[in-house]
């Protein structure tokens, strides 16, 4: 095996959840990029040995950014364990707080993480800081929606982090009227801020040269298999057909069978990071390369469907496909662009949703059903898919859970990347004895375009040769140190 040598590192990355780095390392005329992520969490294994039931809300821990993403899948997955089908109120309600979920997540990316990258590219210092200096604005868009966001959470749900909405074949509350009212005014002062922060994105990004000119960098090209649920061919964030399609934009994969999802998509495990690389399988892997990797996300999601439900969302998933000249979408530039397009269409699902007299008349739970040893819920976080496959016992105790985050999924895209990039900061080192500034801030945008959430990722580790995703025990000590539990 090659020996590598570590050329330079871009420790840490910055406005990224989690802790990561970028390494680059050279054998003879062999340069690699590698995204490293630096913690390890491994909550697969903090799921083994509790009861079914209980998992949706002990796997909502695993992130603050996803909390909710992790709940609603959990629980289809728990669904799927008892052999339930939740109601339609149910179902409904599980829909509402997923749009709540992404249109919460993507104005907080796009104000704080995408706009600096995009609003001022190529200047010394990009930084939040340095954007709300110069645009207040944003900055009141970002605070304000994400209050009155928050506090619907708390109303409807409970709790804003981590709240008990889930049970096995439906949820445990519903909404009233009253709860459906405040949320529909809730909506229309988020719409208003949401108006202000498509015009700044049109006028500032999308109508500059700059952006024009980033779109026709070869370096932010992705030629890959994108991933997404579809209804019906359209856009889909709750529950769907998993899709795939090539790098010419042809569908090569679909089912409405989660459990399929292992004949799409396999794992790799490398000693230099905790999150494992993810393939698509039919293609055999091939380590960091474009080939056999894998895209999940906004963009991705634009690229699996044909349309997307909305009149605004529509009209901006158009004109995003014009600009960029066509399907497939490949620049991840356009990543913070299609999180646009899906603030739009969060936005428009919600004001029908809370249309419907089902989403707060009828069950809230179907409590018939055949139990089964395994279930596998998807869904798409706003990040992207996000799959969770839990087998149980007779007693419905977990004796086995697999976690497949959207960051992970990305991690071979964003390694692959980042290769594009790599040949021109070795040739800056060899030739000024630095990178330049520009070469690490396009390789440090390029990592935010995917919007990482590195802890949710981590559940792998390499010890002497062997690949392991579920790598330590826990152990329960009393005052006196005696061991009182162990798994």
Not at 234 to 258: C, I, Q
Not at 475 to 481: A, Y
Request: hydrophobic share 40%.
């Amino acid at each position: 095996m090659a020996e590598y040598r570590l050329l330079a590192a871009l420790d840490p990355i910055t406005l990224v959840e989690g802790i990561a780095r970028i390494v680059v390392v050279t054998s003879g005329s062999d340069v690699r990029a590698l995204y490293q992520i630096m913690e390890f969490r491994g909550f697969e294994k903090l799921a083994v040995g509790r009861h079914v039931e209980d998992l949706p809300r002990v796997v909502s821990a695993i992130c603050g950014f996803c909390s909710w993403a992790h709940h609603l899948v959990s629980g289809k997955a728990v669904d799927a364990v008892f052999g339930r089908k939740p109601p339609l109120r149910a179902e409904l309600t599980r829909t509402l707080v997923n749009y709540i979920q992404v249109l919460d997540s993507h104005l907080l990316h796009l104000s704080f993480i995408g706009l600096p990258d995009l609003a001022l590219w190529g200047e010394d210092r990009r930084d939040v800081v340095k954007l709300l200096a110069r645009n207040p604005e944003i900055a009141s868009i970002a605070l304000k929606t994400r209050s009155i966001l928050r506090k619907a959470e708390d109303r409807l749900l409970g709790k804003i982090q981590h709240g008990p909405v889930v049970l096995p074949g439906g949820v445990c509350r519903g909404f009233t009227k009253e709860d459906i009212a405040e949320l529909e005014k809730a909506l229309a002062e988020i719409g208003k801020a949401v108006d202000e922060l498509h015009r700044f994105f049109d006028e500032r990004v999308v109508r500059s040269e700059l952006f024009k000119s980033l779109l026709e960098r070869d370096e932010f090209s992705m030629r890959c298999y994108s991933m997404g649920l579809v209804r019906g061919g359209a856009l889909e964030l709750y529950d769907g057909a998993l899709r795939v399609t090539d790098s010419r934009g042809r569908v090569v994969s679909e089912s409405s069978n989660p459990a399929t999802y292992t004949d799409i998509i396999g794992e790799a495990f490398v000693s230099w990071n905790h999150a494992a690389l993810t393939y698509y399988k039919p293609a055999g892997l091939k380590l960091l390369s474009e080939e056999s990797t894998i895209m999940v996300g906004p963009l991705a999601r634009l690229n699996v469907a044909e349309k997307v439900p909305g009149e605004r969302a529509s009209e901006e998933y158009e004109k995003l496909v014009e600009v960029a000249g066509g399907k497939p979408l490949s620049n991840v530039v356009l990543y913070h662009w299609a999180r646009l397009v899906e603030i739009l269409h969060s936005l428009e699902m919600l004001g029908k949703l809370i249309e419907s007299r089902e989403l707060y008349e009828g069950d809230l739970v179907d409590p018939t059903g055949s139990p089964r040893s395994r279930g596998v819920g998807i869904i798409e976080a706003p990040r992207g898919v996000l799959i969770h496959d839990y087998g149980a016992d007779s007693n419905m105790v977990t004796t086995r859970a697999r976690i497949i985050t959207p960051t992970t999924i990305n991690n071979m895209a964003i390694n692959a990347s980042l290769g594009k990039v790599s040949a021109r900061l070795v040739r800056e080192i060899e030739s000024e004895g630095k990178p330049s500034p520009e070469t690490v801030a396009t390789m440090e945008s390029i990592v935010r375009s995917y919007d990482p959430c590195n802890s949710c990722a981590t559940h792998c580790v390499r010890v002497g040769g062997r690949e392991l995703t579920v790598s330590f025990s826990i152990v329960v000590l009393d005052e006196r140190g005696e061991v009182l539990w162990q798994g």
